[in-house]
């Protein structure tokens, strides 16, 4: 972290995917999808997101490491900033945000 350019995030990469040490790695796809979703989340710090989700899965670096990947392709591809495929989304039933749009 002391390293320029070097954020939480990128950090938590590092840690994760190159070190095999469980960390869930946070970023803005996931934060759109934790906020859709209206999961309660005790803070808007970047670390306030990451406990949500380390405090409730086990430490599991290979899976850690796909729900990452899973989580940000679905925010990439169909839970997007702009006009979300709510229509289409498997988590429609379970996000508020995506009923309301769907009205
Ligand atoms: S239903 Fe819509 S807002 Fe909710 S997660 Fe899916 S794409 Fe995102």
Redesign the pocket.
């Known amino acids: 972290m002391n390293i320029y350019g070097i954020g939480e995030e990128t950090a938590d990469d590092i840690i994760l995917y190159a070190a095999k040490k469980p960390r869930f790695v946070m970023d803005t796809y996931t934060r759109r999808?934790v906020d859709?979703?209206g999961w309660k989340v005790g803070g808007n710090k970047y670390a306030d997101y990451q406990r949500l989700f380390e405090s409730k899965l086990d430490p599991n670096v290979d899976m850690w490491g796909d729900f990452h990947a899973q989580l940000d392709g679905h925010a990439a591809r169909?839970?997007a900033k702009n006009d979300?495929?709510?229509a289409e989304?498997v988590?429609?039933d379970l996000?508020p945000?995506?009923?309301a749009?769907t009205r």
Do not use: D, S, W
Request: aromatic content about 0%; hydrophobic content about 45%; charged content about 5%.
């Open positions: 999808l859709r979703l169909v839970c979300p495929l709510c989304c988590l429609l996000c945000a995506g009923q749009n």
